[in-house]
Structure formats: C-alpha cells, structure tokens
C-alpha cells in the first residue's frame, strides 16, 4: 500500500507532468471508483484546468478551475501519464483525457481506491479530509499525547489510525517502533509525554527521509513509470536480522498487519 512518502513521491511526479494541462474529458471504465454521481463528476471535471495538487495525509486532492477532487490510491492504484493511442491496460478504469493529447490514467488491480468532489477552497474541513488527525510534521505533541492516552490499543495499532496520527501506514508503523526501541504491543495509554514527543520526531523524520529518497517501492506503483528508481532502506520491516543486535526479526499479526519487530531491542513501556 503506498504511504505518506509514496503518495507525496506521486503528488511530485504527476505535477511534473500534468500541471496546467486542461482535462477535456473523462471516461470512468469502473464506476465504483467515483463516490460521486457519475454524470456530475465527469461534468465537474471536465473542461477545468489541473492547477495544482496537494496531498493531505494518504489523500490527493486535484485542484481544479471552480472545483477540486481527493484521490485515495489505496492498496494498488497507480497513475500513468501516457500518449493516448498506447493501449489501454485492463485495470485502467478512470481515463482523463488532457488537451496535449496525452492521457491520465487511474490504474487499480485491486480497484479499492476512490475519488470524490470537493469543494475548492474548503477540501480540508469536509469529508474524507476533515477526519484526519494532524500528520507527524505539525502534529500538536500535547493533543497527541491526549489522544493516545486514552487509547488502550497496541501503539503500533494506534498509529494505523488516520484519526490520531495521520500519514502513517504499516511499513513506517514498524519501522517507527524499532527507531525507538519501542515494544509495538505497548499499549499506547502507556507512552508517556516525552515518548509521545520523541514519537513526532521519530515519525516525522523517517517519513523526511523516505520521501527523499522517493518513497519505498515495496509494492508497485507509479506515476508515470517512477517504479523501481527508489529504494528506502528499510530497517525492521520485511527483515529478518536485526540490524542493532544481529538478532531474529519477529514477525507477528497486530490486528491483522504484519509486524516486524525484535524481541531483544524493543521493550514494552510501563
Ligand atoms: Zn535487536
């Protein structure tokens, strides 16, 4: 599943390519990735020119001439950006057709991500976007701290919820855990306020980090064909030594995701 990094990578990339290009028109090939009523996306759309693209948590948000979408990629949704007379995969299911005749494409194996209208000027004070919590960045540690200390679940779980800690997806949940030696069955009531502080900056600076270095590209994705360019070292997730103690990566289900971690280096806090 791409994450805040990867997504970012994406917002990047696309805006390289499709900034002031025109959508002339849209073909929807999969309806159920419009949230919306399909006539009235695709006549929202159309005819409006990409200004800018901004990212909030996991989200895209296309801003557009008197309207904007949010795009969530989900598990596998990837955009290519491609001269229209190459021939359409059979996972493309939303095609913005541009006006330098070249193609925006939503591509999704899995067909779980969404796109839905909002409103230009107040994205971030409506539906899906006004539910996150803030990202690691700009995070408020106090408001934090008083989230998660009245959270009982697994930290590692915790941090999984878009609502407390936006941005944050189940490569980063492990591999923020292991920065800081934490235990990821820790209950999250338990951190305290210099943890939950230390906990910003761990998480803030691994994501720095890998969206320097263009994101993990564990799974595939792309915007237009970035696959593969980058790699983030990873240091606990997908491992199976651990790079402090030389040890045996464990890896167990956290409410369903798989989660890496050492036995020996990360303690639960009490
Ligand atoms: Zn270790």
Redesign the pocket.
Known sequence: MPELPEVETVRRTLKNFVLKKKIVSVDVLYPKIIEDDIDKFIENVSNQVINDIDRIGKFLIFKLDNTAFVSHLRMEGKYHYVDQDIPLNKHDHIIFNLDDGKQLRYNDTRKFGRMKLVSLNNYSNELPLSKLGAEPFNVDVKELYAKLHKCKLPIKHAILDQSIIAGIGNIYANEICFAMHLDPYTPACKLTKKSVAELKEVSSKILEEAIEQGGTTIHSFSANGIDGLFQVKLKAHMQKI?P????EITKEAIKGRGTYY?K??QKRRK
Do not use: D, K, L, S
């Open positions: 651990c402090i103690c030389g040890g050492c020996q280096c």
